[in-house]
């Protein structure tokens, strides 16, 4: 079983050598899947640390020779980005920056995770327990210091990450009460995910429920469960808290009884279309990588083996049906409310399939935190 694997790993290494060869500027952000042409954000966007993650997995584990001075120089391209006011300095950070010295030592990369990770931890609102989407967060309105998503639990790892590296117990703190107010915001009680909360800055009291990127506010947008899924799961992994472990089940729990038969999600479980709609291979993507790390720490035995085998099956879809021989994952859906890379490559997609990768063809242990 580990020869697909190996396989899928050697087509996604071609696409990220040759798109870092020929990119002079900016980050990958989607791909075109008719061209493979990658449309780029010149500052990373949100999703610029994913880039980089791929870039230090492929400088860690592959053997292009190349790949490090890479994945240095698009780490040193984020560093600007640690006083952008965003939540999402989480992915910035954590893939972009951290992973560069958690799997390859490098220092430099450590100091850029580190200052991502102070500019981060000082958006942090104590009487809403929670670090705001802020001003700079990408999504087009419902911005500021006012706004929650789940998307963002993902950051509490990087704090948490820090913690360990600086010992300042505030970095902890933040973390833990950040990823345990989103459940209070985001996890239904049948363990379905809403994506987004308004809350009051002055008192910190939650004031709806909504959505951002899903159908409606009552539906469950894919990616809302994925990151939901993968923020608390982290966090747990991290922490060793088993609030996160119990957060993290239920909502995967709900995944894999919710997820289409052939393991690929729509965009959003509740869009009236299914099957006639878009998938998503990102969400998809970003649960099985949570899947894999999440099995090792799992409550039971049964539940341990559930989520092995199904990040095992739903990876062999996505490899089989939506990896390209060119190393592109195709359809991704970015956002069709406003009609943004509905089938596209998505790099944040692609990153997932590829960490996951790592570990099913037995390069890295999931047990382990990278
Ligand atoms: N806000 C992150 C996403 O679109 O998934």
């Not at 991502?116 to 929670?130: D, I, K, Q, T, V």
């Not at 300042?168 to 996890?187: G, M, P, Q, S, Y």
């Not at 998505?346 to 390069?363: D, I, K, P, R």
Request: proline share 5%.
């Amino acid at each position: 079983m580990i020869r697909p694997w190996t396989d899928a790993l050697a087509r996604m290494r071609g696409r990220i050598a040759r798109t870092a060869a020929s990119m002079t500027a900016g980050f990958p952000h989607f791909a075109d899947p008719a061209t493979g042409a990658w449309t780029t954000s010149p500052a990373g966007d949100w999703t610029g640390g994913f880039w980089n993650g791929m870039l230090w997995l492929a400088a860690r584990y592959g053997d292009d020779p190349r790949s490090r001075a890479w994945a240095a120089e698009w780490t040193a391209r984020l560093a600007p980005r640690a006083d952008s006011d965003t939540v999402f300095r989480g992915f910035l950070f954590y893939y972009g920056a951290a992973l560069g010295w958690l799997l390859c030592g490098d220092a430099a990369a450590r100091d850029v995770a580190l200052a991502g990770a102070h500019g981060l931890a000082a958006s942090y609102n104590p009487r809403a327990e929670a670090l705001p989407l802020g001003a700079a967060a990408e999504e087009a309105s419902d911005v500021g210091a006012g706004e929650a998503n789940v998307d963002t639990v993902q950051a509490s790892a990087l704090l948490l990450w820090a913690h360990r590296e600086t010992g300042d117990a505030v970095l902890r703190d933040i973390a833990l009460r950040h990823a345990a107010r989103h459940i209070e915001f985001c996890l239904r009680e049948d363990g379905s995910v809403c994506q987004s909360a308004s809350f009051d800055p002055a008192s910190g009291r939650m004031l709806r429920r909504y959505t951002h990127k899903g159908i409606t506010d009552d539906s469950t947008w894919a990616r809302a469960q994925a990151w939901g899924i993968l923020g608390w799961t982290l966090t747990h992994a991290w922490s060793g808290e088993a609030r996160f472990r119990d957060a993290a089940e239920r909502a995967a729990d709900w995944w894999l009884a919710h997820a289409p038969a052939d393991r690929v999600a729509f965009w959003d479980f509740d869009d009236p279309k299914i099957p006639d709609t878009f998938r998503d291979t990102s969400a998809t993507a970003i649960v099985t990588a949570s899947l894999l790390t999440l099995a090792p720490r799992a409550s039971t035995p049964e539940r341990a083996r559930a989520y092995r085998d199904a990040a095992e099956a739903t990876a062999a879809a996505l490899v089989e049906r939506h990896l390209r021989p060119d190393g592109l994952l195709a359809d991704g859906c970015y956002s069709p409310r406003i009609g943004l890379a509905t089938r596209h490559e998505l790099v944040w997609g692609s990153y997932y399939l590829f960490e996951a990768l790592h570990a099913l063809a037995g390069l890295r242990d999931p047990a382990k935190i990278v």
